[in-house]
Nanobody, 124 residues
Framework: QVQLVESGGGLVQAGGSLRLSCAVSGRTDRTYHWAWFRQAPGKERDFVAASSWKSDTYYSDSVKGRFTISRDNAKNTIYLQMNSRKPEDTAVYYC??????????????????WGQGTQVTVSS
């Protein structure tokens, strides 16, 4: 089992940058898919980015070229660097871990562990 704690959310103007962090504790000796999802008010939780157990990265079309997911294994931390922010990026951002490394990385139901979320607001 792992515990995930997100941080780094806040208010940023459109076009600005922000980096989210996800601190991982617990059974970090296992392999996982790691991912970021986001959920805007009244909407479903959407896939943002994922880093596979082989360190392959995947992005939703809406963030490709603007966001970057990365991992620091020494610090047990997952990052989401967000550049060129848009108002439609406003949402609660969640970090997630999936023990089944062969599952679909973009489906929230596949993930076993979730953080509590961090609010990101982009003003126009």
């Amino acid at each position: 089992q792992v515990q995930l704690v997100e941080s780094g959310g806040g208010l940023v103007q459109a076009g600005g940058s922000l980096r989210l962090s996800c601190a991982v504790s617990g059974r970090t000796d296992r392999t996982y898919h790691w991912a970021w999802f986001r959920q805007a008010p009244g909407k479903e939780r959407d896939f943002v980015a994922a880093s596979s157990w082989k360190s392959d990265t995947y992005y939703s079309d809406s963030v490709k070229g603007r966001f970057t997911i990365s991992r620091d294994n020494a610090k047990n931390t997952i990052y989401l660097q967000m550049n060129s922010r848009k108002p439609e990026d406003t949402a609660v951002y969640y970090c997630a871990a999936d023990r089944d490394v062969y599952s679909d990385y973009a489906i929230p139901a596949e993930y076993d562990y979730w953080g509590q979320g961090t609010q990101v607001t982009v003003s126009s």
